[in-house]
């Protein structure tokens, strides 16, 4: 069964800094999804990425994913304090209706 | 330009009540989804309904039952609540087959048991 991991957890980072969530899954997954979310809000479709070596941009955001290792990652390039929420990868199996979810990444943009 | 609506957007029951959350989406899309948000879990999937007249269980059903009453309305139903279901609930819609589409989420019901 799919399992999906995300790290970190936390991450605090200064403006103007990059940095990368890396998410990971667990067996065969062609799609990976992205998504964010503010405190008490619902979640927003980021990236969906559909094929190995899939790269999408929106901003200061760029996702890829590399079915091969298993991994999605999303980079984020001169943090601002707007993006601070919390970033969510899911996954699905090819055939299957689940999407099953990371636990997420908590983002805090310091200024 | 509604989407994905929820109600209510807040509840407290005492354990061993019943409710239904209500969803309706009107972007005639035939996937529909239950989830539960709990701190540092993410988002687990409850129960889905791939299209009209069909449902499946997903991670964490137990305590739960569904209904998909058309194309547009999937509500979710706790017969007898424990503190243990006290979450945050969001509905999901997506567009067909479910797995090249994002979903599309609504605003979510608290859920309080006492």
């Known amino acids: 069964e799919l399992k999906v991991e995300q790290n970190p957890l936390f991450l605090s980072m200064q403006e103007g800094k990059n940095y990368t969530i890396y998410c990971n899954y667990s067996?065969?997954?062609?799609?990976l999804y992205w998504y964010r979310q503010d405190p008490g809000k619902s979640l927003e479709s980021l990236f969906v990425?559909?094929?190995?070596?899939a790269v999408k941009q929106e901003g200061r955001l760029m996702a890829s994913l590399d079915t091969k290792a298993r991994l999605s990652t999303l980079h984020i390039t001169a943090a601002v304090h707007d993006l601070s929420a919390t970033y969510f990868c899911?996954?699905?199996?090819?055939?299957?209706?689940?999407?099953?979810f990371g636990t997420g990444t908590r983002l805090k943009v310091l200024a | 330009n509604a989407g994905v609506t929820q109600t209510p957007k807040f509840q407290v029951l005492k354990t061993g009540q019943s409710m239904t959350l209500q969803c309706a989406q009107d972007?005639?899309?035939?996937?529909m989804y239950w989830y539960r948000q709990d701190p540092g879990m993410g988002l687990r999937l409850i129960y889905y309904?791939?299209?009209?007249?069909?449902?499946d269980k997903g991670e964490v059903p137990n305590g739960y039952n569904v209904s998909r009453l058309n194309k547009r309305e999937f509500s979710l139903r706790l017969e007898s609540a424990a503190p243990s279901q006290t979450s945050v609930y969001f509905c999901?819609?997506?567009?067909?087959?479910?797995?090249?589409?994002?979903?599309?989420f609504g605003d979510g019901t608290r859920l309080s048991i006492l």
């Open positions: 899911a996954g699905s199996t090819s055939g299957t209706y689940k999407y099953i």
């Open positions: 067996t065969t997954s062609d799609r």
């Open positions: 990425l559909l094929s190995n070596g």
């Open positions: 309904s791939a299209s009209e007249g069909t449902t």
């Open positions: 972007m005639n899309h035939n996937s």
């Open positions: 999901a819609s997506s567009v067909d087959r479910g797995w090249n589409q994002p979903q599309h």
